[in-house]
């Protein structure tokens, strides 16, 4: 068995605390990073569903005619 001083174990268990800490910042930050893609991607996919329904419509209505013109 490894027996430390006092000063040692104090020393590891600083440094475990910050590695701790600095590993659950990190995990937040790209949690956070993932839910504002997460978002973005939500809102493309939107404007393409209302898209592809606007060129249904004008297909439907339209038969055919130029979407662009």
């Known amino acids: 068995m490894i027996t430390l001083s006092t ?7 600083s440094i475990k605390s910050v590695f701790t800490s600095s590993v659950k910042t990190a ?7 993932l839910h504002q893609t997460n978002q ?9 569903d209302r898209l592809l ?3 249904v419509l004008h297909l439907i209505t339209h038969g055919g005619a130029p979407f662009l013109a």
Do not use: E
């Open 7 to 13: 000063g040692t174990a104090s020393v590891i268990l």
């Open 27 to 33: 995990v937040n930050n790209v949690n956070q990073r």
């Open 40 to 48: 973005q991607f939500q809102k493309v996919k939107r404007d393409l």
């Open 53 to 55: 329904r606007q060129a």
